[in-house]
């Protein structure tokens, strides 16, 4: 029997937790005496990636080769529904795939359903997004990071991870996912003690039992995330913006690195682990690497005249974890660097926001190498003028002046807490750059940490931070838990963060007006 549910009713049982979490199943080729073995199965519910003003890409997962089938509609009822062929999802691609709808109307909420035809035809998923408007309207996006981090899984005790039901209930246009979105280097146990005594418990599964190194385990480690009912609902119901981060990989890592010879790994190069990582991001999270501008990751989401959303990559370009003060550091490379000047330049929305998955002026340090000074960040701790990868970011601020950009504004997560840092050229060694906003929000289910110090380089002042009173603060302190919303008005175009804690509680608000 389908399960047709409308927006309401869709965000209505996620926060009532009804909806039944899907079996954990391989994809298979193995095929079964009787038909009813035969029907595939959409083992992880479905997901929304970049939209357009006319679609956006569907993801899917089955549990034996089939063909991923996409309808969609202005209605529940799927009347008049368009329907979109897919590819064939094999065990290749660990069953997943995607297939981007397009030819719908600007602005509107459509209604979509996922089966999947092989030998019979699975039961249907279905869920709601919006596409891109094509004129100036009001808009809502939300944004944090960090998932599974620090040995805190999906705790049943609490109904799983309730913070994407808080998030799906503030009905947002957009989700900014900034990284972290798994922590393949976290291995999870059945409980853990907390310092005060209480007992935070995980559900747990083979891949997430050890640190992931085979392409099978990193695949693993997405499938969890999936089993929780509020982060599948949130997934099927709000078109996604991904990045990555460290912790996808293995924390701190970057180009050329080695794995610490104490962390238990066997496969201990960076780039090895990447390479597998990337696999399986681009396999489990709605996102197109053909799309990007190099082929991976960065790019530009345009949501109509009022917004232009640039998604960075910030992690797979930077130089080695080192002192950072050479004098021609990378956090961005060349290339993207440059298609950031030109992009923001081009951009004719009112406003444009900068996905950096690390904070610009936040100092980061590598605490994996105890033997040294490292930073992990474009902040290197110096307050002077730029130097390491601190020389990139300078070329893009001082570029965002001299081509007159307004309207920048930079989202990032990272560091485990929220804030609002305003970063101005009067308090800066380095001057040359108009003064801007850096919201920073996180984590979504994983240990609290912060606050921590700011470089002085481009002059940032804290002008709100909400971070825990002691370091790793579990999710049961759900008020350490964090979100931010983005709300532009279609009308006035002002611009209003909210910085929400784990329950949507706003912990802080910053408006913005538009340029003239």
Not at 465 to 483: C, E
Request: negative net charge; hydrophobic residues 35%.
């Amino acid at each position: 029997m389908a399960i047709h549910l409308s927006r309401r009713t869709l965000l209505r049982t996620s926060a009532a937790g009804l909806i039944v979490a899907p079996a954990l199943a391989a994809c298979s080729s193995n095929d079964g005496p009787a038909l009813v073995t035969q029907r595939p199965k959409l083992t992880h519910g479905v997901a929304v990636g970049d939209p357009r003003s006319d679609g956006a890409l569907i993801w899917a997962r089955s549990d034996r080769p089939a063909k991923l089938i996409v309808e969609t509609a202005a209605t529940e009822s799927f009347k008049d529904a368009k329907r979109f062929e897919g590819p064939m999802l094999t065990p290749d691609t660990d069953g997943t795939g995607r297939v981007r709808v397009n030819g719908l109307p600007a602005g509107q909420q459509v209604h979509y359903r996922v089966t999947l035809e092989g030998d019979a035809t699975s039961e249907p998923v279905t869920g709601v997004f919006r596409t891109v408007p094509a004129g100036a309207s009001d808009i809502k996006l939300l944004w944090s990071g960090d998932v599974v981090g620090q040995g805190y899984g999906i705790n049943p005790d609490l109904g799983g991870m309730k913070i994407f039901s808080a998030m799906a209930a503030r009905d947002p246009h957009l989700f900014i996912h900034s990284g972290d979105s798994i922590y393949a280097d976290g291995p999870l146990k059945e409980s853990v003690t907390l310092p005060d005594g209480r007992i935070w418990r995980n559900t747990v599964s083979e891949a997430k039992s050890a640190v992931a190194q085979t392409l099978d385990q990193f695949r693993g480690n997405f499938a969890y995330n999936f089993t929780d009912e509020n982060y599948r609902r949130f997934n099927s119901s709000v078109a996604q913006i991904v990045q990555w981060d460290d912790h996808e990989t293995v924390n701190n890592w970057y180009p050329g690195g080695q794995v610490g010879p104490t962390k238990g790994y066997t496969e201990r190069s960076m780039d090895v682990l990447a390479t597998r990582s990337w696999q399986a991001f681009h396999e489990w999270m709605p996102v197109e690497p053909k799309e990007a501008v190099d082929g991976r990751l960065y790019r530009k989401i345009s949501y109509g005249p009022l917004l232009d959303v640039f998604v960075l990559d910030m992690r797979t370009y930077k130089d080695t974890n080192d002192e950072n003060r050479s004098p021609d550091g990378k956090i961005f490379g060349a290339a993207q660097t440059q298609w950031l000047i030109g992009a923001l330049k081009d951009s004719r929305a009112t406003w444009k926001i900068v996905a950096n998955d690390l904070p610009l002026g936040v100092v980061v340090k590598d605490g994996e190498q105890p033997d040294r000074t490292a930073f992990e960040g474009p902040a290197n701790n110096d307050p002077g003028a730029p130097s390491g990868r601190e020389t990139e970011i300078a070329k893009v601020l001082s570029s965002i002046k001299a081509n007159k950009v307004s309207g920048v504004v930079w989202l990032t997560a990272d560091v485990h807490y929220t804030a609002a840092h305003h970063y101005s050229p009067e308090r800066a060694a380095f001057q040359d750059f108009d003064e801007f906003w850096e919201f920073v929000s996180g984590p979504l289910n994983a240990g609290a940490f912060g606050p921590n110090p700011l470089d002085g380089t481009f002059g940032p002042e804290a002008v709100f931070v909400h971070a825990p009173p002691v370091q790793n603060a579990s999710p049961l302190d759900g008020a350490y838990q964090h979100f931010g919303e983005v709300s532009i008005d279609g009308k006035s175009r002002e611009l209003t963060v909210n910085l929400c804690d784990a329950t949507g509680n706003v912990l802080f608000t910053q408006r913005l007006a538009p340029a003239r």
